[in-house]
């Protein structure tokens, strides 16, 4: 196989976040410090992640930032949004996610990375409200100052590319309507100010308008609609999406691989948490939670397959909560209760209590998406990138497939999608070979 030819990664990477809060300041302050040398990524599989190439025998597997060109963390530039107008240390510190005494040590970075004002309406996310927010006469105008601050960020930084990863509040349920089934539906609505159009779309909006790869770290509608995979095809943009799998749904798609994997049947599933940061304050919202709700229950439907399976998964009861609970902040505690069937129908249960950190399990995947969004522009790939569904609770993907979110099928097509990028033989575990 020939590789795949991608242009090198030289110059300076934009990385554009919007919603400066305890996810974005996570990854913008661990970057920060594994830069100093204070502390390593771990959980990054751009960093610390290693690919098997060829055959067993070969012992060939190198890092995959030593094969791939992917951006260095030294070459990348933060910047973002938010409605709050405090810069990145304040937000830290408001977010209570890392310790007062690492914040200390990056600050003066930290302070110089402002929020450009945004886009916002309360509409669309009721729990929210700030000072830093742009005036515009509709949508479009709006979308318009949105590309106008990426143009000027970009002059001002003396970057090379750009990439924009949404890390902003959770948005009411929406359903795609008329105005999202095209493109040119879809900018006839932005001039109107239709509100079938949320504040993220016309992010979205703006940064495919101009070429630049888009990730979804929501469970957001926002790029999951004709009209942008529309225009993601225009300005060969790749676009990923949705919701960031950290925490309880990462376990559910770790565990029930497994107990599928053994013909186990599953009768329930009750997930449970408490959090206390903004984002679960947010999401005490009953029309945010339900965006979040969608987004996790859906999960187990498409790994245990009831159509193939009636007698293991037909009944299952799938229950999930968020509790809205302050003290605890970031670190949220989720319980899990499984009920599962054995061997002639015997009944046995499952318990899990993980307490976890939230933005501590999203930031490396924000910072991984967002190098693989580059890397993948740099490869000539756009539109829908399935081969990143490895970091999505409801992974985007394309019209009439089922999404893929059994978190080992997915490694393996991510890592095969780099073994093909490289032109190395795709692994199929088949392994006759080593036998005949
Ligand atoms: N932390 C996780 O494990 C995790 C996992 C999956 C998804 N997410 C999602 O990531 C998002 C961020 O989570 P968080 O914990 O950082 O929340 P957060 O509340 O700390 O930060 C969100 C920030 O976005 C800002 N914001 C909201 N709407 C905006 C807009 N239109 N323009 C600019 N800024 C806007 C808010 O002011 C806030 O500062 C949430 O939607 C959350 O559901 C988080």
Redesign the pocket.
Known sequence: MKPVEITPAKGKLGILL???????TTVIAGVLAVRKGLAKPIGSLTQMGTIRLGKRTEGRSPKISDVLPIATLDDIVFGG????DDNSYE?AKT?GVLEPALLEQIRPELEAIRPMS???DRQY?KR?D?PNVKKGKNKKDLADQVIADIRAFKAHHNLDRLVMVW????EIFMVESPAHASLAAFEAALEASDPSIP??MV?AYAALKEGIPYAN???NLTCDVPAMTELAAQTKSPICGK??K??QTLIKTIIAPGLKARLLGVDGWYSTNILG???GE??DDPESFKT?EESKKSVLDYIFQAHLYPDLYKEIHHVVRINYYPPRG?NKEGWDNVDIRGWLGYPMQLKINFLCR??I??APIVLDVALLLDLAKRAGMSGIQEWLSFYF?SPQHAPGLYPEHDLFIQLMKLKNTMRWMLGEELITHLGREYYD
């Open positions: 919007v919603g400066l809060g305890a996810v974005s949004w938010d409605l709050f937000a977010a945004a886009v916002f996310v929210l700030g890390c902003g509040s959770t504040s993220s992010y770290g929501a469970p919701d960031l950290t925490g940061n903004r984002d947010v999401l979040k970031d939230d933005s399990l999203a609770k």
